[in-house]
């Protein structure tokens, strides 16, 4: 069947999941037409009340942006003594020996700073007009951001490129953003905390150079609020190290304008409605910090607001049974890790959150845990840009699900949920995390909210972890970070990922990779006539999505289904996954039409392991031996695209970590299909 007898586009094609980069176009209105694309995207996820308070918020863009840039413009500050945070001052200080901690002192000391695999130029903090080339910088271009010269909310961050093209346009935003999150004050708030007097020479440095090229509201640092939101928890860690007086009276005097700087603009412009997702979580969290930080009926008003949506933000984006809305892990961990700061924060000022916040923290260290295989990794389901709430150190954390489950387990004494395994952090201190690891449980767990089934248990010798998706896309009308991962399963054996997710390459610069690494063709699931069963619009919008249910459940298996393929082909897509005594059986089906249709059951595999194709099927292994094998339906076609092949033969890629791409093993199995069930069946070693 081709495209024009379905009514695909280029859209739903595997040519298109699979297409390499391509060049933006160079003419004058590529910019233009990419903003509108992505405007027109976002309209068709509003309501009326949305519409409504987006036009508001453009009303008051635009008055903000003919405010003067500049710190003469902002109230004058107080010299007073800061508010004291001993209990976090000591936490800082028990965690300033960690091997993450002395490692990033070490290399901020030697002025490399190292993000997404890129490297920055050496800074020279001490001079305040040379902080441009540092703050500024593109490295994925060379070029620089805008700065104090141009309003922040008349800053283009989306019309941006993965690599130079040729067109002056600078490269994707996370790349400026991440050093202007200001977490190397982190490791050295730490080392402060423990009477390290260069770390506090360096940590001043750093603020003041921020403040002398980034003077509020001008240039890309003052363009989103949770990116300011990030820069205020760094500054409460600088502020609780330092002590009421460790800054001079004149420092204190910038750092409460910097701080309230921060605040007034998150809250003029709020997350709601289709945005309130983990945006929203930061905002809280830091209208919290700054209501702590500062004094007055201001500041009282910042706290207020931040308490509150902090409070009810819990309880909507972690569901009943802990799952996170949002349908990402590494999401769910940030927002998580937010929210407990905020109940460490509160704690300790005398004020506690409500008890509703831990409870659902609780819940969602539970469904968390379960995620996780022996080894404290845990499949990398829906985005994953690698944020941090608190960062020990300036390279990649692969354990940051189980680290921040293990924080939450301290924070609400619950020892039984620490992971089995995590790596050392200075989140442990601030949140008491259990020092022992507990093993994962044997058996299966169904989460019915959020739409999972995982496996844990040992076959055949052999520890295997399996996770069922039969849940929705994601959160709210935009579900921005959520994968077309309806009824897609991922597998680890003996802690060796072999079915895995695309993950997430780039996010506004990504362009038609980043829609293509969104959809379904590019997960463990199954396609019909080479179609997605739903549509990315932009980056962070869908056109059309399908959000799976469970429907069914015995002890032996359960099913999901859903209905992304009924308005083209008349079907839904059923799937039953089980144990079986070998491994697994993955069935699929598609009811509602009297004739078969020609589908693709697609597998994902870790370009690390070995592959090899036999009469009983495609086997995987790695230095250990065999650890599973693949037996295609009866009747079914198998095509294997080596990773080793995928550049030159059309095969796939994944992201193994934010702004990287690498081939992947690719199992295709074709043929056709209609109410009968066609099993693929998974043996484990």
């Given at each position: 069947?081709?495209?024009?007898?379905?009514?695909?586009?280029?859209?739903?094609?595997?040519?298109?999941?699979?297409?390499?980069?391509?060049?933006?176009?160079?003419?004058?209105?590529?910019?233009?037409?990419?903003?509108?694309?992505?405007?027109?995207?976002?309209?068709?996820?509003?309501?009326?009340?949305?519409?409504?308070?987006?036009?508001?918020?453009?009303?008051?863009?635009?008055?903000?942006?003919?405010?003067?840039?500049?710190?003469?413009?902002?109230?004058?500050?107080?010299?007073?003594?800061?508010?004291?945070?001993?209990?976090?001052?000591?936490?800082?200080?028990?965690?300033?020996?960690?091997?993450?901690?002395?490692?990033?002192?070490?290399?901020?000391?030697?002025?490399?700073?190292?993000?997404?695999?890129?490297?920055?130029?050496?800074?020279?903090?001490?001079?305040?007009?040379?902080?441009?080339?540092?703050?500024?910088?593109?490295?994925?271009?060379?070029?620089?951001?805008?700065?104090?010269?141009?309003?922040?909310?008349?800053?283009?961050?989306?019309?941006?490129?993965?690599?130079?093209?040729?067109?002056?346009?600078?490269?994707?935003?996370?790349?400026?953003?991440?050093?202007?999150?200001?977490?190397?004050?982190?490791?050295?708030?730490?080392?402060?905390?423990?009477?390290?007097?260069?770390?506090?020479?360096?940590?001043?440095?750093?603020?003041?150079?921020?403040?002398?090229?980034?003077?509020?509201?001008?240039?890309?640092?003052?363009?989103?609020?949770?990116?300011?939101?990030?820069?205020?928890?760094?500054?409460?860690?600088?502020?609780?190290?330092?002590?009421?007086?460790?800054?001079?009276?004149?420092?204190?005097?910038?750092?409460?304008?910097?701080?309230?700087?921060?605040?007034?603009?998150?809250?003029?412009?709020?997350?709601?409605?289709?945005?309130?997702?983990?945006?929203?979580?930061?905002?809280?969290?830091?209208?919290?910090?700054?209501?702590?930080?500062?004094?007055?009926?201001?500041?009282?008003?910042?706290?207020?607001?931040?308490?509150?949506?902090?409070?009810?933000?819990?309880?909507?984006?972690?569901?009943?049974?802990?799952?996170?809305?949002?349908?990402?892990?590494?999401?769910?961990?940030?927002?998580?890790?937010?929210?407990?700061?905020?109940?460490?924060?509160?704690?300790?000022?005398?004020?506690?959150?409500?008890?509703?916040?831990?409870?659902?923290?609780?819940?969602?260290?539970?469904?968390?845990?379960?995620?996780?295989?022996?080894?404290?990794?845990?499949?990398?389901?829906?985005?994953?840009?690698?944020?941090?709430?608190?960062?020990?150190?300036?390279?990649?954390?692969?354990?940051?699900?189980?680290?921040?489950?293990?924080?939450?387990?301290?924070?609400?004494?619950?020892?039984?949920?620490?992971?089995?395994?995590?790596?050392?952090?200075?989140?442990?201190?601030?949140?008491?995390?259990?020092?022992?690891?507990?093993?994962?449980?044997?058996?299966?767990?169904?989460?019915?909210?959020?739409?999972?089934?995982?496996?844990?248990?040992?076959?055949?010798?052999?520890?295997?972890?399996?996770?069922?998706?039969?849940?929705?896309?994601?959160?709210?009308?935009?579900?921005?970070?959520?994968?077309?991962d309806a009824l897609a399963v991922w597998l680890?054996?003996?802690?060796?990922?072999?079915?895995?997710?695309?993950?997430?390459?780039?996010?506004?610069?990504?362009?038609?990779?980043?829609?293509?690494?969104?959809?379904?063709?590019?997960?463990?699931?199954?396609?019909?006539?080479?179609?997605?069963?739903?549509?990315?619009?932009?980056?962070?919008?869908?056109?059309?999505r399908a959000d799976a249910r469970l429907v069914?459940?015995?002890?032996?298996?359960?099913?999901?289904?859903?209905?992304?393929?009924?308005?083209?082909?008349?079907?839904?897509?059923?799937?039953?996954?089980?144990?079986?005594?070998?491994?697994?059986?993955?069935?699929?089906?598609?009811?509602?039409?009297?004739?078969?249709?020609?589908?693709?059951?697609?597998?994902?595999?870790?370009?690390?392991?070995?592959?090899?194709?036999?009469?009983?099927?495609?086997?995987?292994?790695?230095?250990?031996?065999?650890?599973?094998?693949?037996?295609?339906?009866?009747?079914?076609?198998?095509?294997?695209?080596?990773?080793?092949?995928?550049?030159?033969?059309?095969?796939?890629?994944y992201a193994p970590r934010f702004g990287h791409?690498?081939?992947?093993?690719?199992?295709?199995?074709?043929?056709?299909?209609?109410?009968?069930?066609?099993?693929?069946?998974?043996?484990?070693?």
């Open positions: 069947m081709h495209d024009s007898d379905t009514g695909v586009g280029e859209f739903g094609t595997r040519a298109f999941a699979q297409q390499q980069p391509t060049v933006v176009s160079t003419r004058q209105g590529g910019a233009r037409a990419a903003r509108l694309a992505w405007y027109l995207g976002r309209l068709r996820s509003m309501g009326p009340a949305e519409i409504v308070h987006r036009l508001g918020e453009a009303a008051r863009k635009r008055a903000w942006t003919r405010r003067p840039i500049g710190w003469d413009a902002l109230p004058p500050g107080d010299p007073s003594p800061l508010p004291d945070f001993p209990n976090l001052r000591r936490a800082l200080a028990a965690g300033s020996e960690l091997p993450g901690v002395r490692r990033s002192l070490a290399e901020i000391g030697a002025g490399h700073f190292h993000h997404f695999g890129r490297d920055w130029p050496v800074p020279d903090f001490a001079d305040p007009d040379a902080g441009a080339s540092f703050w500024l910088h593109d490295p994925v271009t060379g070029g620089s951001w805008p700065g104090a010269e141009t309003a922040a909310l008349k800053v283009d961050v989306r019309s941006t490129v993965e690599a130079p093209d040729g067109t002056g346009r600078l490269g994707d935003v996370k790349f400026v953003w991440e050093p202007g999150r200001l977490q190397m004050l982190h490791p050295l708030a730490a080392a402060w905390a423990a009477g390290d007097a260069h770390a506090a020479r360096d940590a001043r440095a750093i603020v003041a150079s921020f403040m002398a090229t980034n003077p509020p509201y001008g240039g890309v640092h003052w363009f989103s609020g949770i990116e300011m939101a990030l820069r205020l928890v760094g500054l409460l860690l600088v502020a609780a190290a330092a002590g009421p007086e460790g800054l001079p009276p004149g420092e204190r005097v910038a750092f409460r304008r910097l701080v309230a700087a921060h605040a007034r603009a998150i809250a003029a412009f709020p997350s709601l409605h289709s945005s309130a997702n983990n945006h929203r979580i930061a905002e809280g969290l830091g209208l919290l910090v700054a209501g702590l930080v500062l004094a007055g009926p201001e500041a009282e008003g910042w706290e207020g607001e931040g308490r509150a949506i902090l409070e009810g933000e819990a309880e909507r984006q972690i569901l009943a049974d802990g799952v996170g809305a949002e349908q990402s892990l590494s999401y769910q961990a940030w927002t998580m890790e937010m929210l407990g700061l905020g109940v460490v924060l509160a704690r300790e000022a005398g004020r506690p959150l409500g008890p509703a916040v831990s409870g659902r923290l609780a819940r969602g260290a539970g469904f968390l845990r379960a995620m996780l295989d022996g080894t404290g990794r845990c499949p990398a389901i829906g985005d994953d840009d690698e944020g941090r709430i608190l960062s020990d150190g300036l390279g990649p954390e692969p354990r940051y699900v189980a680290s921040v489950t293990a924080a939450i387990a301290g924070l609400v004494n619950r020892p039984d949920l620490a992971p089995p395994a995590r790596d050392p952090h200075l989140r442990d201190a601030i949140f008491a995390a259990p020092a022992e690891a507990r093993p994962v449980d044997a058996g299966r767990r169904i989460f019915r909210d959020g739409g999972y089934t995982i496996w844990h248990g040992r076959v055949s010798g052999r520890a295997a972890h399996l996770v069922f998706d039969h849940g929705p896309i994601g959160y709210l009308g935009l579900a921005a970070h959520g994968h077309a680890s054996v003996e802690g060796r990922p072999v079915l895995i997710d695309a993950g997430t390459y780039l996010y506004h610069a990504g362009a038609r990779r980043r829609v293509a690494m969104r959809e379904s063709l590019a997960h463990n699931t199954l396609s019909v006539a080479g179609a997605s069963h739903s549509l990315a619009s932009a980056g962070f919008h869908w056109a059309s069914a459940e015995t002890d032996e298996a359960v099913t999901g289904a859903h209905e992304g393929y009924r308005r083209r082909f008349g079907v839904t897509h059923r799937r039953r996954v089980g144990r079986t005594p070998e491994g697994f059986v993955v069935a699929d089906a598609l009811s509602g039409s009297e004739r078969a249709h020609a589908v693709e059951i697609r597998f994902l595999i870790h370009p690390g392991l070995a592959v090899s194709a036999t009469d009983e099927g495609v086997a995987f292994g790695d230095a250990s031996g065999l650890l599973c094998r693949f037996v295609p339906p009866s009747g079914f076609e198998t095509r294997l695209v080596p990773a080793g092949r995928a550049d030159r033969d059309g095969g796939a890629v791409l690498a081939a992947a093993h690719e199992l295709v199995l074709c043929g056709t299909l209609g109410g009968e069930e066609a099993e693929t069946r998974i043996s484990i070693g």
